[in-house]
């Protein structure tokens, strides 16, 4: 049976996409690619925010070019919202690749795959507006105890500086007993923690009417027996209401942790992106989250040096950072997307200058973060093991988990009773801009999650293989 890798490019709903290709190989007939082999088929999973994905993808169709010329059954694949934004483009520069596929017919994978097989030659198929929800589709999840839910795809925003909702077309709501159910059977497999997905998932229910829809499913969420955890990502503040801080304050496995995108901290910089809110409204939703939650961590994502930013705007930016205090900041460089009417602006700035910027504002929110993770020093946290984070720590004796905030900890393991999936509490001891050092368990709780996770280790003669979603980082050679 041939072999495959997925590589996933992007934002975690990529990510669940990439589970859905896993899902559907499995389903058609492919076998994971084991260490130390060359698999059958790769595909790419992409993204189209950032140029610097674009020039990953064709970096890497370069890399797999000579072993295509001498064999002509591998097969390459690349879909995600690349694929959807290029189409032909890809086969003009990388004609060897066999299959093309869009956002909204990731289903047709294995059927183009045949197809390129028999007919030797290039599929491309793009469909401009999604058929059924990808709900429907065979998933192999990457993790045996926590997992992505998607509540929603698309965005109904116009983001100036965003190609995505071109990509992925307007928002469409799931029904909330179709996700409640998913949910459900989730947790009876063993999962003990669900991230629901959307664009823009605080405005789940604009398809049926119901501005406080979201603020629902979280509580839903909180009567689901065995669900420790639920987290969400990502929100928008314009849609960022009152009764979804209740639900996460009221809702003991709702995580005290918001990651909320601000992007800039210039109210002209966002009436330019079309954010449709000002940094006080931001700020305002943060001093609700706080109060609501005293112990809350914010995350945010924030781009420097969009069209017309000034020196000011950016000290606007570095001064709302200041008082926010986010316990981290995921930061870009504006990036120019065809397609975009971020792209035709004037003042677009200059790579030296956005450079400098961003150095600046990551130094500034390292501190930051520092000083917010030394003060959790002294404190006892729960941690979910993690399977996937700093695996280098083995050699350290650590294990690494992530706390209800979401921090993620590394923590002495060298009595070897803690395992992937399993319920910690420790003491946290040190902290640094990007993560913290913990004490041996206090306590270990035994989930079902962990159980799982233990068969999910497979032995085929001397190969071994965590039985997530190979990568192309996963196989030591190709």
């Known amino acids: ?40 088929l790769v595909v790419f999973n992409t993204c189209a925010v950032r140029e610097n994905a674009d020039n ?26 690349m694929a959807q934004k290029d189409k032909d483009i890809i086969i003009k520069r990388a004609p060897y690749v066999d299959v093309v596929f869009g956002t909204h017919n990731i289903g047709s994978l294995p059927m183009l795959l045949e197809r390129a097989r ?9 469909k401009e507006s999604l058929e059924h929800f990808p709900s429907t589709l065979p998933v192999k999840r990457d993790s045996a105890f926590s997992a992505w839910v998607s509540v929603s795809v698309g965005c109904n925003n116009t983001c100036t500086f965003c190609i995505v909702p071109q990509l992925r077309g307007i928002e469409k709501d799931r029904p909330a007993h179709e996700i409640m159910n998913e949910v459900r059977a989730l947790v009876d497999a063993g999962v003990v923690e669900i991230t629901l997905l959307g664009q823009n998932v605080n405005a789940y229910g604009v398809d049926f009417g119901d501005r406080g829809a979201f603020a629902k499913l979280l509580r839903q969420c909180g009567e689901v027996q065995g669900l420790e955890r639920v987290r969400f990502m990502s929100p928008h503040p314009r849609d960022f209401t009152d009764d979804v801080i209740d639900a996460m304050a009221q809702t003991k496995n709702v995580m005290p942790h918001l990651h909320m995108p601000l992007q800039s901290g210039s109210d002209k910089i966002l009436q330019a992106m079309r954010r449709s809110y000002r940094a006080d409204r931001y700020l305002g939703i943060i001093e609700k989250v706080r109060k609501a939650m005293p112990d809350a961590a914010i995350t945010t994502d924030i781009i420097v040096g969009f069209p017309g930013e000034s020196d000011d705007d950016f000290a606007a930016t570095i001064n709302l950072v200041k008082q926010a205090k986010f316990s981290a900041a995921y930061t870009f460089q504006y990036s120019k997307r065809p397609g975009t009417p971020a792209a035709l602006m004037a003042d677009q700035i200059g790579d030296d200058v956005m450079a400098h910027r961003y150095n600046q504002l990551h130094n500034i929110q390292q501190e930051i973060s520092k000083s917010e993770n030394e003060k959790q020093i002294g404190k006892t946290v729960e941690l979910l ?37 399993d319920l910690v509490k420790v003491k946290v001891t040190q902290g640094f801009a990007n993560h913290i050092l913990a004490s041996a368990p206090i306590s270990v709780t035994k989930t079902k999650g962990g159980d799982v996770h233990a068969s999910w280790v497979e032995d085929i003669g001397d190969k071994k293989i965590l039985l997530g979603i190979p990568t192309l980082s996963s196989l030591k050679s190709l």
């Open 56 to 81: 990953k993808l064709y970096g890497n169709l370069s890399f797999l070019a000579p072993r295509k010329k001498s064999d002509p059954n591998f097969q390459i694949a690349v879909g995600g919202c």
């Open 118 to 126: 028999i007919e030797e030659a290039s599929q491309v198929e793009i």
């Open 1 to 40: 049976m041939p072999t495959f890798v997925v590589e996933t490019y992007g934002c975690q709903m990529n990510v669940h996409d990439s589970e859905r290709i896993a899902g559907l190989l499995l389903d058609a007939g492919y076998t994971q690619a084991l260490a130390d082999t060359q698999p059958d």
């Open 385 to 421: 093991v993690s399977s996937n984070e700093g695996r280098h720590d083995v050699d350290q004796k650590r294990m690494n988990g992530r706390s209800a905030d979401f921090r993620l900890t590394h923590f002495d393991n060298s009595a070897n009773t803690a395992r992937p999936g």
